[in-house]
């Protein structure tokens, strides 16, 4: 969640169960997914980093690879200097295309082959505040190295917009090493495995993005929660306890309604806020704040609580459950501003109804000026972050609030806990939760639904007939069926094995496919179905694959 200004100012509030197994065991995921191994040098007075990233990569495409595909947001700001490119040990060419950086393979990488990448490159912060840039003897490092594009019948080749938070991933390991010129505190994704000298390391494990926070001013208070370390960083000490205690109150109550906090720390870190750019940002085990959320004291209902609690809930949506946050934005950023509000319900009603009356009240405004739009819009679709704002976080928490009025408090909360299990270190996709919604409760939900979105699934407003019957055994190297059997015409199937697309024909009601060359893990078997109108129609299952 990236705030301007004109949101983020501090709001003077009058204020009178079950826990699942964790749920990112490493065994359960693929074997090898991507590790990066980053060592970077680091000149603190120039905001400058000298970064030699080694990419480990199997290709679980099912096809051959002619090429391979980084989003480089830091070119979006004149911030990225390259310096060279090899793959096994092998110069490659490299064409950066706005923020997408495309390396050309020497031959084409084969289904299951494993390569090694080597960047070697310089990233330079610049002036201002925001998640990436400095200011205040801050240096904000969001998305600042180049990262793996999302593979799914091709590579997404976005370009970053200054609009939302522009960023698609998937999860991988990360090893990071800073050595810098100056003394620094680091705050960090993953936490710290010693430091040598000038050199600080980090380690992390299944996130979707790896941020640093650095500065010589920092100070740093610590809590434990639960066996999960939450760190706080900034200038000033006094803010550092308001932020330990409003991260320790949500992360209990999201732990025990939503799912257990998966990684071993939590960090909370101020950056520089610049006069026209106050920055609220997620990352896996790392949430960005500006000074001025700490200084208002804390407490139940404050805006200090309620932005920490927004940001903390993305840890789920966003992190834990990923999504394509460019084409579908309001899938994290809708859930993450209502279940930040769900604690209020139970535990200060009043707080509650503050918030949502003021979701409801912008999202209203934002209608009579004419702006009205779907949910589902994309980041494309707005021009700066206020309509998009008002549409896809506020007019998506409407949505939720009246889903969860529909379905019942504990059927609302056991959906939201069934869809965290079930795409856990996975990619969501907006139908397959509605799917979810609808068909464990059915009545009204296809009517609100459609009144919020222009999915064609849920157009009718009378919802739909859809019955699958997926695979009972899974094997490397295997074979096997799906069937279904829809109450609406079919003329296409598509099925997928996360990013895989195993299965693609007419709509006949079964679809064969083979598993070879598939790792032995846990992915996201999901069904794709076209009518004759061209409404998209999605089912998802988790699924294992073992060896036979």
Do not use: C
């Amino acid at each position: 969640m990236k705030l301007r200004n004109w949101i983020a100012q501090p709001i003077a509030v009058a204020l009178t169960l079950i826990a699942f197994a964790a749920i990112l065991p490493t065994g359960a995921q693929a074997a090898t997914r991507p590790h990066y191994d980053m060592q970077a040098t680091l000149s603190f007075g120039q905001a400058a980093m000298d970064v030699v990233q080694k990419t480990t990569f199997r290709n679980n495409t099912g096809v051959e690879l002619p090429d391979l595909v980084f989003q480089v947001t830091p070119a979006y700001f004149d911030g990225f200097a390259l310096d060279g490119a090899r793959v096994d040990g092998q110069e490659v060419a490299a064409v950066l295309d706005g923020t997408v950086l495309t390396l050309i393979l020497n031959s084409q990488l084969a289904s299951g082959a494993s390569i090694e990448v080597e960047l070697r490159y310089r990233v330079t912060v610049p002036t201002g505040g925001g998640r990436f840039g400095r200011g205040g003897g801050i240096l904000a490092m969001g998305n600042w190295f180049p990262i793996l594009s999302v593979y799914q019948d091709g590579w997404d080749r976005h370009q970053y917009v200054d609009v939302g938070d522009a960023f698609f991933t998937e999860v991988a390991d990360f090893d990071v090493t800073v050595t810098s010129d100056v003394p620094v505190k680091i705050a960090a994704s993953g936490p710290s495995t010693g430091q040598q000298g000038s050199s600080q390391s980090f380690h992390g494990e299944g996130l979707r993005d790896f941020a640093l926070a650095i500065s010589d001013r920092y100070q740093l208070r610590t809590m434990d929660v639960d066996g999960v370390n939450l760190l706080a960083y900034g200038p000033n000490a006094s803010r550092l306890d308001v932020y330990l205690a409003e991260a320790a109150r949500t992360m209990r109550w999201y732990s025990a309604n939503l799912s257990p906090y998966p990684y071993p720390t939590f960090t909370v870190a101020e950056v520089y806020a610049s006069p026209t750019l106050s920055t609220a940002q997620e990352y896996p085990g790392l949430i960005m704040v500006y000074p001025a959320l700490g200084s208002d004291g804390g407490g139940t209902g404050s805006y200090s609580e309620y932005m920490v609690g927004h940001e903390m809930a993305h840890q789920w949506f966003y992190s834990i459950v990923g999504d394509d946050q460019i084409r579908d934005p309001w899938l994290d950023e809708a859930m993450a501003s209502y279940v930040d509000l769900l604690s209020y319900r139970e535990q200060a009603p009043s707080t509650f109804d503050f918030y949502m009356a003021r979701n409801l009240s912008g999202y209203r405004a934002r209608a009579t000026a004419g702006g009205d739009r779907p949910v589902n819009t994309t980041i494309n679709d707005y021009p700066d972050d206020i309509p998009y704002f008002d549409i896809v976080y506020r007019k998506g928490a409407v949505f939720l609030d009246k889903l969860q009025e529909t379905m019942g408090n504990d059927q609302f909360l056991g959906l939201l806990r069934d869809y965290v299990k079930l795409y856990a270190d996975k990619v969501a996709t907006p139908r397959s939760f509605l799917d979810m919604a609808y068909t464990r409760s059915g009545g009204n939900v296809p009517k609100l639904i459609g009144q919020y979105f222009s999915y064609g699934a849920f157009s009718s407003g009378k919802g739909y007939q859809l019955d699958v019957t997926w695979p009972e055994l899974l094997t490397t190297w295997g074979s096997a069926t799906a069937s279904y059997r829809a109450g609406f015409p079919v003329s296409e199937a598509k099925l997928w094995l996360d990013g895989r697309l195993l299965y693609q024909g007419e709509g006949d009601g079964t679809a064969t496919f083979s598993l070879g060359g598939v790792e032995e893990g846990e992915y996201i078997l999901r069904l794709d179905l076209l009518d004759t109108d061209g409404a998209l129609y999605q089912r998802a299952q988790r699924v294992k694959v073992t060896a036979k």
